[in-house]
């Protein structure tokens, strides 16, 4: 038996998608018309904010961080997210500032953060690691105190909530991806969110080329429209999304319990928010599990269980990170040494849940 790590499920979609992409294409009008309209609407009901649909949360957040009119400024990130989270701060010919790791959420360390801001700094860049929301109330509170614009890297959060609310509604900017690693895809995109309506007009502009209809532009834009055919399959799957949440809770539970051995930690969700588990991590411990991350990786691909070091290495010390690789990170080195994600699909069966868990539990001390 063998296990991929991700299964989009863009396959159950066919069936329904192929008339509506001949009558796409037999229209003419292919990008950024009804169908994205459509899906900006839907998704706007669903979080409960404005919503503008992008070609991706890379450049979501490019043109987010542009809107916001940052540049020469300082923006705390996380280390351990992903890299285009900082990618988008450098772009904009910022210096990303990076903070520590929570031992237990993954998400960016609050007091690391505090003591890193300086009269440089803007802004605070936060991810929701894995769709697992960042303690957004001391978060809005720190920012609110220093006057710095607070927005989210929330790649993983479509479907997420923090106190009963939509991850979304929260910040000066969210940023979500639609990107076939997420829950919700539309193959390629996506979407901006935010309250300030002057704010998404000029998103929709910055996603335009920064070009208005009459071609003077107003800022550096980009192309990062999203076509007819990616709103036609996010419309699709976002009827689904909510049934995908709830199983993925399921599985990560299930997990969870079978995995609760000596050496085997896992990611702490508060009781105020709602996670995706876009990704489901373990923290090895060696001496008490047995045996190190790498060579339960390696254990696990030999029985054909593919499995990702999502967040390794932290962007702190990656090669396009150069001037930061002296900085030291203790606890995002520590979870990014000894982390593993293991499968989860939005559809899962028992068994290879148990096939898992199997093959984790047989290579730990017996
Ligand atoms: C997937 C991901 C991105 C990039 O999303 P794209 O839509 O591919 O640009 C950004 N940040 C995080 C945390 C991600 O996981």
């Known amino acids: 038996m063998g296990v991929k790590f991700l299964i989009p499920n863009f396959e159950l979609y066919s069936k329904k998608a192929l008339p509506l992409i001949e009558k796409i294409l ?189 071609y003077n532009c107003t800022m550096h834009g980009l192309n990062s429209r999203m076509t007819e055919i990616n709103a036609l399959i996010g419309t699709l799957m976002l009827e689904d999304l909510d049934k995908y949440v709830e199983n993925r809770n399921k599985y990560a539970e299930y997990y969870k319990k079978k995995l609760s051995t000596p050496g085997v930690s896992f990611q702490k969700i508060e009781p105020n928010s709602v996670t995706t588990y876009k990704d489901f991590a373990i923290v090895v411990d060696e001496k008490e599990f047995g045996m190190n991350r790498n060579q339960l990786t390696e254990h696990l691909h030999n029985k054909g269980i593919e499995s990702k070091k999502y967040f390794y290495p932290p962007i702190h010390k990656m090669g396009a990170y150069k001037e930061h690789n002296d900085l030291h990170l203790h606890v995002t080195e520590k979870i990014a040494n000894n982390i593993l994600c293991l499968p989860i699909h939005s559809i899962m069966s028992e068994e290879t849940l148990d096939f898992v868990c199997g093959a984790v539990l047989e290579s730990g001390r017996k």
């Open 26 to 214: 037999n229209s003419n009008m292919v990008t950024n018309s009804q169908f994205v309209s459509e899906f900006e609407k839907i998704t706007s009901n669903y979080i409960g904010r404005g919503v503008v649909a992008t070609s991706s949360c890379t450049s979501s957040m490019m043109i987010g961080i542009k809107a916001l009119g940052l540049k020469h400024c300082e923006i705390i990130v996380p280390s351990f997210t992903f890299c285009s989270t900082a990618h988008a701060v450098e772009w904009n010919n910022c210096r990303p500032v990076f903070a520590d790791a929570d031992p237990e959420t993954f998400n960016i360390d609050i007091e690391d953060v505090k003591s890193k801001i300086t009269p440089k700094t803007k802004a605070i860049l936060a991810t929701h690691v894995f769709g697992n929301p960042c303690n957004i109330k001391a978060l809005s509170d720190m920012a609110k105190d220093k006057n710095l614009h607070l927005c989210f890297d929330a790649a993983h959060g479509f479907g997420a909530s923090y106190e009963n609310k939509k991850i979304g509604s929260f910040a000066s900017f969210e940023a979500f991806s639609l990107s076939p690693t997420k829950l919700l895809s539309t193959m390629e995109g996506g979407l901006v969110t935010s309250s300030d309506e002057n704010f998404l007009a000029k998103i929709k502009v910055a996603r335009n080329y920064g070009s208005p209809p009459d």
